[in-house]
């Protein structure tokens, strides 16, 4: 089994709909992020946490929201779903410690129309 | 800023060397990464240099530090067509946070 998994794998929305991303985790990390992923811009943080109580806007963290649901659980929310954020979304996970590998799921692929 | 960067694409022949490069700008990151990411996966750390060397070498794998200039690169030996991914750069400081370039998708050719 993926040590992180993410749900849905696809998701097709319309403008002004909420829609939430999940992750979860198996490895016992306590640190969970969120990115997303443009072509020719790499990827860009949206929001991070370093434990169940701690939640972090990163650099493009406008029109999302994070809910960190346990240590294992790390959900990602629009709002109200515009264009420009359709995108590959990625969790990614990682352990303390200072050579700061990261575990990353297999992505959502997002569209909204 | 905390800008990396890194060309889009690179091509080589199957058998030929690959050399991937990045330029950061934070003279204080601590680890710098390289990443790969295969069609339709996330991605996967491959290899990682702490910043007071200049060279790791891991199999296959060669990276090298200009530290003054800031530039990082990643030499694929012998480069196969299941090399054929997108690599990323990263840089990180005393955080956890990395900071991403923008990804050489490398194409390998028979």
């Known amino acids: 089994d993926a040590d992180v998994t993410q749900t849905p794998r696809n998701r097709i929305t319309k403008t002004g709909k909420r829609i939430m991303l999940e992750c979860s985790q198996t490895?016992?990390?306590?640190?969970m992020y969120w990115y997303r992923q443009d072509p020719g811009l790499g990827l860009r943080l949206i929001y991070y946490?370093?434990?169940?109580?701690?939640?972090n806007k990163g650099e493009i963290s406008d029109g999302y929201s994070v809910s960190r649901q346990a240590q294992a659980k790390f959900s990602l929310s629009l709002e109200s779903a515009i264009p420009n954020q359709t995108a590959l979304y990625f969790c990614?996970?990682?352990?303390?410690?200072?050579?700061?590998?990261?575990?990353f799921g297999p992505g959502t692929r997002l569209t909204v129309t | 800023g905390e800008d990396v960067e890194q060309s889009l694409f690179l091509s080589v022949r199957e058998g030929d060397s690959s050399v991937i490069n990045c330029t950061y700008t934070d003279s204080s990151s601590t680890y710098l990464y390289w990443y790969k990411q295969e069609p339709g996966a996330g991605l996967q750390l491959l290899t990682y240099?702490?910043?007071?060397?200049d060279m790791k070498q891991d199999q296959r794998l060669t990276v090298l530090l200009n530290k003054k200039d800031k530039h990082l690169s990643l030499r694929i030996a012998d480069t196969q067509t299941g090399d054929s991914a997108i690599y990323f750069c990263?840089?990180?400081?005393?955080?956890?946070?990395?900071?991403f370039g923008t990804g050489t998708r490398l194409q390998v050719f028979p």
């Open positions: 490895k016992g990390h306590d640190r």
């Open positions: 990614a996970t990682s352990d303390t410690g200072t050579v700061a590998e990261q575990y």
């Open positions: 946490s370093f434990d169940v109580k701690d939640i």
């Open positions: 240099i702490f910043s007071n060397m």
């Open positions: 990263a840089e990180s400081r005393n955080t956890d946070k990395l900071i």
